[in-house]
């Protein structure tokens, strides 16, 4: 439930330099190492902004042994944690036979974070994070050890699923800021960006093989087996946690008690153009991408795939999550006109995705959708993440879990509206069409800003897309 992030990552899970500009050829576009006018996290020490370092490889992150605990716990929770989606997911549908309700289900899981959300990243700066997460974890845990129960002995009613709901994304929306900035205090900011990458991959993997194994259990086993199967998982993630040495952490003084400090964060995302531009960015993207279970629930349904062919989507969505993700750990650093080239990206694949004829061109485009949307993802997380000062870090990412998990609360009933009265498929055309608008306009308005030359970047494109084409095709 709530453990899977943007979904997580997602994802789900969203990482850019902090000195951004156009390219080696081009006036900056943004420079982020200016001093702003809230860039001081207490009132007392200067904020500290570190800049980002290439990682050494596509695994550099894993070379710190508290990091490589994490991602050990994370494998086995995100599998579980995947396991579970797939079963609510399928569970709701069953017992309604409405995609909207599935929709409004994912919502109650993001809801907590519009109203607990900057709360959960204040603690996150107060206490210490790694036993925030213990914390978190046992309650998601128990949700889903009270739906096995309620599944095995059917007893199982949609207000207990709504209920649990909204109680595992109450949980998340302290967990979520957390996680997110105990990535940066595992590996620190030069391994940064590769660690969200490697997080984000990993989520990928629970997407890609979670499905499956729910899907199996399902038919074979019986649904509430999947719920069990998380309720397990947890218990790794706990055992994981309490291996961290908190010795070898890169820690931060903790926040003091003090007036305004929530609104301080405001101000330093507004006066930041790295951080505003990003949150944008990230919240309309994620509006549309955090929920695309809600479609593939209408695609199976319209196709009449059944339970397996909902996990196959899934699958073939994670596949491409995964590829994409460990290819944005092997980039050097993003500059933010990247990212948004990046959401054009997303927007084009959206577009394909929701045109697909047929089951089989659905799962390809699926692949293509999957591979397009982790850079974004991590790009904007590691921005934001680079861009913050260390005492506001958890402030900060509480912020931008409010804004990404808001828009996915707003999302999921949007969505699964859409593909209720106009058709499977609809939500992604829409949603194409509202993130290539929202990419163009914030890319002019930064061009016209900094005086930037448009046309030759979009040439530069032209050429670059000309070079893929056969020669009777130019």
């Not at 259990?217 to 908190?246: E, K, Y």
């Not at 609809?426 to 800003?449: F, H, M, P, S």
Request: with cysteine; proline share 5%; hydrophobic share 50%.
């Amino acid at each position: 439930m709530g453990k899977h992030g943007l979904a997580t990552n997602a994802a789900h899970e969203f990482p850019l330099d902090t000195i951004v500009t156009l390219s080696a050829n081009a006036p900056a576009l943004v420079s982020d190492d200016t001093p702003s006018p809230a860039s001081v996290s207490t009132g007392s020490q200067p904020a500290m902004r570190h800049p980002e370092v290439a990682p050494a490889g596509m695994f550099s992150s894993l070379r710190s042994r508290n990091f490589r605990i994490f991602v050990t716990g994370q494998v086995g929770s995100q599998i579980g944690g995947w396991t579970q989606r797939i079963a609510q997911d399928w569970l709701v549908l069953t017992i309604t036979g409405s995609a909207a309700v599935v929709g409004v289900t994912i919502a109650l899981q993001f809801l907590p974070t519009l109203l607990f959300g900057v709360v959960g990243g204040l603690a996150a700066d107060r206490f210490p994070k790694r036993t925030i997460m213990m914390c978190t974890q046992s309650v998601l845990g128990l949700c889903a050890l009270a739906m096995a129960a309620l599944c095995l002995t059917d007893y199982v009613e949609l207000w207990q699923i709504l209920t649990l709901a909204f109680v595992g994304g109450t949980a998340a929306a302290f967990d979520n800021p957390t996680r997110q900035s105990f990535v940066h205090e595992m590996v620190g900011p030069a391994e940064l960006r590769n660690g969200v990458s490697i997080n984000s991959a990993v989520f990928n993997l629970g997407a890609l093989i979670g499905p499956a194994v729910s899907a199996l259990l399902i038919t074979t086993l019986g649904i509430g087996w999947s719920f069990m199967v998380n309720a397990a998982s947890f218990a790794l993630v706990l055992l994981s946690l309490a291996a961290i040495r908190p010795l070898e952490l890169h820690l931060t003084t903790a926040l003091p008690r003090g007036k305004h400090q929530l609104r301080t964060t405001l101000t330093e995302i507004r006066s930041h153009p790295t951080l505003l531009w990003s949150v944008t960015l990230a919240g309309i993207c994620a509006l549309f991408t955090s929920n695309f279970a809600v479609s593939l629930t209408a695609y199976a349904k319209h196709f009449q795939m059944g339970p397996t062919g909902y996990g196959l989507l899934t699958s073939a969505l994670a596949l491409g999550s995964l590829g994409g993700a460990l290819l944005i750990a092997r980039r050097p650093a993003t500059r933010l006109r990247n990212l948004i080239e990046l959401a054009g990206a997303l927007a084009l694949a959206q577009l394909l995705t929701s045109i697909a004829p047929g089951p089989v061109t659905l799962a390809i485009a699926l692949l293509v959708l999957g591979a397009c949307t982790p850079p974004f993802g991590v790009s904007a997380n590691a921005t934001v993440q680079l861009a913050a000062a260390d005492g506001m870090r958890g402030r900060i990412m509480g912020v931008y879990m409010l804004v990404v998990m808001g828009a996915a609360a707003i999302g999921g009933p949007i969505i699964g509206t859409l593909d209720e009265l106009f058709g499977a498929g609809t939500a992604l055309l829409v949603g194409a069409a509202v993130i290539g608008a929202a990419a163009v306009t914030i890319g002019l308005r930064l061009a016209n800003v900094t005086n930037t030359p448009v046309q030759p970047i979009l040439r530069s494109h032209a050429l670059r897309v000309l070079d893929w084409l056969p020669d009777g095709n130019r």
